[in-house]
Every structure is written in C-alpha cells, then in structure tokens.
C-alpha cells in the first residue's frame, strides 16, 4: 500500500476517532475537573473522597475487581494448563463446554442466581428438606453477601476470557527451554516458576486487565443485586441529575483513572519482562497422555468449573419455564407460554428490533474501520502504524460506563452530539457509534490477524498485471481475510446485541429500549415481568452461543487471537 494512500485512511481513523472517542472521555474529565467559573479545580474530587458513601462505593467497586481478577486467575490457570500439558478423556468438548459462560451475559445470569439464592430460592428450599435450616428462619443469602454474590457472577462470566489468554500465551512458548532446565534436574514446580510463569505473562497481564476493568465497572450485576453501594450504580442513580449535580462527573473520572492506571501498570511490567522477548516455538509441546484416574480426575474438574459455571444459565431457564417458582428446589410446574408472551409483548419486539437495528449499524461501521486500519497496519510502511494498532485498543481499556456518560452528557441539547439523536429522542445513531466504538477492537484484531497470515505475494501479483490496488484489494486481499472478518463481525454483532451499559444510560424511552435495556425494565414488572425476561435472556443466550461457536469455527485454531489483546 502507498504511504500516501495508507495516510489518507490513518487520518480518517483518527478522526473518527478522535471525535467519538476521546472528546467524550475528555469531556467527563472536563466536568470533574473544572468549576462552575470554568477554572480548573479539585473540588469535585475531593468531595466525592470527603464522602464517606462515595469513598465506600469506590472501594467496593476495586475490591469487586481485585476479587473477580483474582478468583477468575485461579480458576483460568489450571484450566489453562491442564488442557495444554494433557491429554485426558473427553478433552476436546470439555475444553469447549469451559467456555459456556461467555454465552450468557452476567447481567442476565444474575436474575437466575438471585432466583436460586433468595430467601424464598431453590438453595433454601434444598436446606429446608435436608433439615439443616429452619423454614421460619431462611437465610437471606444475597442480603448478606451481595458484594459475594457479585464477585461470584463476574468470576463465572470472565474467567474464558482469562483463560483463552493464558492458554494463547502457552501455545507460543518454545518447549525447547522447559525441556533444557527439565535436563538440567529443575522439578515440575521450579520449571513452572522460573520458566513458564513469566513467559506466560503477556497473556496473563493483557487478560487479567481486562477482566479487573470489567468487574470494576460492572453495572448490570449489582443493579440485579440491589448492590447499591457500588460506584458504578451511583453513577448510574446520578444520571437524573446531571444538570445540577458534578458528583457523577467526578466519579466517572476517578473510574477512569485507576483503569487507565492498571492498565498501563500491566503494559509497563509486561514491558520490563525480557523473557517475553524469547523466540516463537521452534517446535510442538507433546501432550502428555493421562490414563486411570489421573485422566478421569482432570476430567472432572473440567466438567465441575462448567457445572457451577452454568448455575446462572440454568436459573434463568427454568425460571424462563415455569409458572410457579416460590419456596421450592426446582418450579413446581412447567411452560412454554412465557417465551409465547415475550414474542408478543410490545416492550420485547420492539427492543429486538431497535437492538438488530443499533447492533447491524454498528458491526457494518467496525467491518469499515477495521478493514482500513488492519490494511494500514500489516501492509503499509506508514511510521506509527504500531501506534494506530495500540491506539485502536483503548476502548477496551476505557470502562463502557465512562463512554456512555460521556454521550449522554455531549448529546443533551446544545450538546456536540445533540446532532446524533433523532426526533423525539431517538437514540439510534448514537447507540450505533457507541456500540462500534466499544466492539471496534473485536474486528480489528480479527482483521489483523487474518492479514498476517495471508500471502501478500498474491496481492502483489495481481498488482503486476494491472489491477489497481482497489481491485486487488476486492478479489485476492479481503476473500484471503474473509473468514476472520466475518468471525470478528459476528463477535462485535452478538455483544453489541447485548450490550449494557450504553444501553441502560443512552436508551432513556420505552420505544427505543434495546434488548438489554428490556430485560431491565421487565425484572422491575409485576406479574410475569421476571419470568419474561428470563426468557428474553434464554433467546439472547441462544444467539450469543451461535455466534461464539461460529466465530471459532470460521476461524478455526487462531480463535484464540479474537479474545487476545
């Protein structure tokens, strides 16, 4: 590609991303950090640490990431490496059946659990008829320990993500160095200490930050919960108040700082780490087969991780089917009508189709940018082309819940982003821009993977005959990408489809509630409100698994890369 070309299609990117993307994270810092006089001021931060409420709804939020990184590392690194030592019974679909939890949204599986662990649930009911709790006195398991109950669901919900990571990590380790030290007397323990370990650590660092930033601002999960005393819910609580009120402001910047911190905390170990710069494999690991009870025990303890991980999705099935959920250990009679109901529940339709509308605008918007920037990045010789692939990773990095407060402040009247909404309050341009802008890294890193191992020479063949690069980008270039393409585009569609926190803050009117947001709005409905939205999630579980297991499969072994960052 020519530089000029490639510099044509960078400035551009950066455009875009420059408006939709920093200017509302500039502009929450703007808020937090300047007065009512325009001056710069601290004011605003102070109070938010001069009140004792905000202070603890910070620190639960932190304690709820440090907690949720930590279990979900004690989960993902023996599942990890487990599947990539060992050969054991069955290791092919359970080393899927792992994965379970990424089709179900947290937000979503939070309504079966609270199901499941109510006062009225199936866990005191069980305890009830075993005797070992009194029927007058049941234990209120989601009062007592909300702040456990949250850290359960992100733990659950995050952990394939941590250890699709590590596992990645794994596969590019050269077992040539394992093998020197085994030959040079190091036991199991020393090898895994000294040389495993810290080659593992890109994966463990880029995994283990994104799951610490999505647990520190998770909102859906303590709005279930009633975990109110979270700072992303008083932020969330605050929305009604903007106009008058800075304090939201300055909790979304505080927010954003200490994940902007952790992140570059994990880029600035993993750059002092010199193992990490050791050769690419110069061959394969040989599995090790597990015969007996060692293979059966493995076994086990991959299908008792997705047993209780699959706790949430069965909750909300059965509560999706029943008609009387109250006091027993499974619902007492059983029905289809409620998925009836939901297809024909105005709130329900209409959210599918605004969520189809917001997440197909969305997914076509990624597929364009991301297409120019992986080309940029892998073709061109443009100086600072790393920078643009780094920089296009930053949505990650930046917490959904400091984005969408950012368009919602910039798109009040008078607002820059005013432009973006539509009569009487339509939504649907900014949802597309902010669920692209949230899901863009998805497609690009799929694209550059695909790039990356495809045969440039093709490319420049078809260039030597007279095709213009246009052309040659048309028929060799984008068909050689497809199949990841088309994988990263399903995963930024189905999570788009589900998105929360956009969804919940930018979606203020019934007409133009998204999936998400309907789901929200039914679990606070009378009657069947409950039983509907878990089945709405049952669909959305259905969909979400669809697109997961077709993304791996268009992309085979390197599926890995898409949940690599």
Known sequence: ??????????????????????????????????????????????????????????????????????????VALPLALASYRWAFPGKKWLSILVLAPLVLPPFVGAVGVRQILGVEGALNALLIDLGMMSAAQPFDWLGEWKFLGVVMMNALHLYPILYINILAALGNLDPAMEQAAQNLGASPWKRFKRITLPLCMPGIFAGAAIVFIWAFTELGVPLVFDYNRVAPVQIFDGIMELGNNPIPYALVAIMLTISLVVFSFSKLLLGRNKLTNATKPKGSVTEKKLDGLKGWGVSFGFLAVFSIACIPHFGVLFLSVSTDWYGTILPESLTLAHYGEGLSHPLVVGSIKNSLLYASGATLLDVVLGVGIAWVVVRSKLWGRSILDALMMLPLAVPGLVLAFGYLSLSESGGIFSFLVGPNGNPAILLIVAYGVRRLPFVVRAAVS???????????????????????????????????????????????????????ILAQQAEHYPVTKAIYALLSTLGDGHEIASALGVWAMIFLGVAIAGAFVLVGRRGGNLFRF
């Open 1 to 74: 590609m020519k530089n000029s070309r490639a510099a044509l299609i960078t400035l551009g990117v950066v455009l875009f991303f420059g408006v939709f993307f920093l200017i509302p994270v500039g502009d929450v810092l703007t808020q937090a950090f300047l007065d009512e006089n325009g001056k710069f001021s601290i004011d605003y931060i102070w109070a938010v640490f001069s009140n004792p409420i905000y202070l603890e709804g910070l620190w639960n939020a932190f304690a709820l990431g440090v907690v949720s990184t930590v279990i979900t590392f004690l």
């Open 450 to 504: 695909g790039l990356e191992q495809s045969n440039v020479q093709l490319e420049e063949a078809a260039l030597t005959v007279g095709a213009s690069p246009a052309r040659a980008f048309w028929r060799i270039g984008l068909p050689l990408i497809g199949s990841s393409l088309i994988a990263g585009a399903i995963l930024a569609f189905a999570f788009a489809m589900l998105e929360v926190s956009d969804s919940l």
